[in-house]
């Protein structure tokens, strides 16, 4: 059975740093492109950046520069660091496999207000 469980989101002040995890189940993880999700209240959910087999990554314009994907294959994780955080940053975070994305997790809330 296919899982993502989403880990390390809370209440941050404008400028502060974040780490999120991911840990996955039920898939051979290490031969997956991996990517972070966020959905704001009343907006859809968007691909926030992606981190390929190979290592190479993608991000959505406006986290470039602010936001890193990693991974750890040996643990299952997948992590996204988060600096810089601005209120717009506010969302539940996801993670999932962009080339089949579904099985969603609970997710983990990032609130980021002073």
Do not use: H
Not at 34 to 56: C, D, H, N
Not at 73 to 84: D, E, K, R
């Amino acid at each position: 059975q296919v899982q993502f469980v989403e880990s390390g989101g809370g209440l941050v002040q404008p400028g502060d740093s974040l780490r999120v995890s991911c840990t996955v189940s039920g898939f051979i993880f290490k031969i997956y492109n991996m990517g972070w999700y966020r959905q704001a209240p009343g907006k859809q959910r968007e691909l926030v950046a992606q981190i390929f087999t190979s290592g190479s990554t993608d991000y959505l314009d406006s986290v470039k520069g602010r936001f890193t994907i990693s991974r750890d294959n040996a643990q299952n994780t997948v992590y996204l660091q988060m600096n810089s955080l601005k209120p717009e940053d506010t969302a539940v975070y996801y993670c999932n496999r962009p080339s089949i994305p579904r099985s969603w997790g609970q997710g983990t809330q990032v609130i980021v207000s002073s």
